[in-house]
């Protein structure tokens, strides 16, 4: 990590704190959108040897993406007791869950998909590793493209090996073993070239160890592979932002953006590819639209705000957005940095 200096003569001090980002390729960007009301354990609630986890991933029927937020609801036979939402890679976790049975409740866009229950148990000391696939409500409509077919739409064709690379790849990224994921991403797409999941995958953790041009590599394939695929898009311009290469993420995320207007990440790396090209309200209407719809989860575009009137000579709108950030993620990383700033911007 590499905090960002109190000090900014020029736009570019607005991703000096890049590494940080990348939480949101990760599973555990989750724990952070969550509404917690976890009952304690019987060895009391600061024991954490007491407690388990659950993560994993939600993927569609064809065992692509999912290219929306998919809310998970985690309960008791008596309440809801946490809820989170999925990230752009369809993962999830559920922290510091006390030992039991539970009932993890999946809801996605309701005019498409069943909502859904599944029994989950969960081990002290131990995370659960779920992987769930959307259910499709049955409909007699179906769409027709003429001859156009989306390769993702496809992937159901994929061979079982490659698949089975594909889950063991998910399994260890979900562990942390990112390197080992990588291997296995590599062989589904030795053994099913057309992998536009793998591909997509691989360019995330990629980019998690810094690895900017083979990401950009791995996503470009993706989308040779799949042009109307939204998640290659939105990494790849999260890529091409790392490498300052504004313009190129500029007209990849529109694209992406038209895919899923709803979208925060995209809103968000829209908004430091604009501030990369000294477009101020471009930027500054990109980065609100992306706190405005991840909330608490995507505060991360108040600090970019505050950033952003800074370059502008804006003070008190600085003041208001580095206040608003650190009242919404006190322990962020760089919130001793941000509090000395805040303390300038009032004197």
């Known amino acids: 990590m590499h905090p960002t200096s109190p000090k900014m003569t020029n736009p570019h001090g607005l991703f000096r704190i890049a590494a940080g980002l990348v939480v949101l390729l990760i599973a555990a960007v989750c724990a952070a959108g969550q509404i917690s009301t976890r009952p304690q354990t019987e060895a009391g609630q600061d024991d954490k040897t007491a407690k388990g986890s659950i993560r994993g991933r939600i993927v569609c029927t064809d065992g692509s993406f999912v290219s ?13 007791i946490t809820t989170t939402f999925t990230d752009n890679q369809g993962q999830f976790e559920f922290p510091n869950i006390a030992a039991g049975n539970y009932k993890l409740e999946v809801e996605a866009d309701r005019q498409k998909f069943e909502v859904f229950t599944e029994n989950v148990q969960v081990f002290r000391g131990t995370p659960t590793v779920v992987n769930l696939t959307l259910r499709e409500k049955n409909t007699s409509a179906t769409s027709s493209r003429g001859t156009v077919v989306s390769i993702s739409e496809l992937e159901r064709n994929i061979p079982s090996n490659a698949r089975k ?10 562990a942390r073993k990112v390197d080992e994921a990588i291997n296995h991403l590599r062989k589904a797409i030795s053994i099913y070239p057309d992998y536009v999941s793998a591909y997509n995958d691989l360019g995330t953790y990629l980019l998690a160890q810094g690895k900017l041009e083979e990401a950009a590599t791995a ?18 311009g999260i890529v091409l932002v790392y490498q300052k290469r504004f313009s190129e993420a500029s007209d990849l995320l529109a694209k992406a953006e038209a895919l899923e207007p709803t979208s925060p990440s995209v809103h ?55 206040e608003r950030y650190l009242a919404e993620v006190p322990t ?10 805040v303390a300038r911007l009032r004197q």
């Open 68 to 80: 929306e937020n998919v809310k998970l609801t985690l309960q008791t036979f008596r309440e809801n």
């Open 165 to 174: 690379e594909f889950e063991k790849g998910t399994q260890a990224a979900n």
């Open 219 to 236: 996503l470009r394939d993706a989308i040779r592979r799949d042009d109307k695929a939204f998640n290659p898009r939105l990494n790849l």
């Open 268 to 322: 968000l790396y829209s908004g430091l590819a604009a501030a990369g090209l000294s477009r101020f309200e471009a930027a500054e209407k990109e980065l609100k639209a992306a706190y405005s719809l991840g909330e608490s989860k995507y505060a991360i575009a108040l600090f970019h705000l505050g950033q952003l009137y800074l370059t502008n000579a804006d003070r008190n709108q600085a003041l208001k957005c580095f």
């Open 332 to 341: 962020a990383t760089n919130a001793d940095q941000v509090r000395a700033m």
